[in-house]
């Protein structure tokens, strides 16, 4: 039986290989959990209306404070409950700004399973890449 860190889980998005579903790693996982909450837009899921936050539309946006403090409130309790289990949600930092005509978003969280600070950055252009 692997252990925490080697367990696999399935891949986001979904795809089969010719070995069958592919899958990610723990740590490649929680990053992909935390990809579907910033860019699934509310409403989105047909049985989760309240999941996502849909980060695409705030490049648009007015930068102000305002907007930022909204944002941060909802990504906060998005990634919160979807990473539930997985990151103590006492070590998720969430930090949101503008730089170049790009949203940055950095999120830093502790795997509680087993206790690894990670720490990832996405940048969103007003051509709507990431």
Known sequence: MPGLSESQFLKFPFSVGADGPK???????????????LFTSPKERVFRPEFGVGVR??????????????????LNASLTEA???????????????????????HISYVLAAINRQESHAFALGSSGEQ
């Open 23 to 37: 899958t990610s790693s723990r740590l490649e996982h929680v990053r992909e959990q935390i990809e579907q909450v």
């Open 57 to 74: 539309r705030l490049v648009f946006e007015p930068n102000n404070a305002a907007l930022r403090n909204t944002t941060l409130t909802r």
């Open 83 to 105: 990473l539930h289990g997985e990151v103590d949600p006492r070590t998720l930092e969430i930090e949101v700004s503008n730089e170049d005509e790009k949203l940055i978003i």
